[in-house]
């Protein structure tokens, strides 16, 4: 259905134009196959929890800061 109407316009261009249209199309395909490809990798997607035990917090996290004591 489409095909005809891009091929018409695809044709009309000067053929500096026609490649940049392939080159577009080309970096349209592989981008396509990056996103098929991190949609069937699990591997990238975040686990929860897998940093556990990674990041230590201090005791005394909580506790008023000893510079800040004359603005409190």
């Known amino acids: 259905m489409i095909q005809p109407v891009i091929l018409e316009k695809l044709e009309s261009l000067p053929e500096s134009l026609q490649v940049k249209v392939l080159h577009y199309i080309d970096s349209l395909i592989e981008e396509q196959k990056q996103t098929s490809e991190q949609e069937s ?3 990238k997607y975040r686990v929860a929890g897998s940093m ?4 230590i917090v201090a005791d ?3 506790e008023p800061l000893e510079d800040l ?3 409190m």
């Open 60 to 62: 005394d996290f909580d």
């Open 69 to 71: 004591k004359d603005y």
């Open 41 to 43: 990798d699990p591997k």
């Open 52 to 55: 556990e035990g990674m990041i």
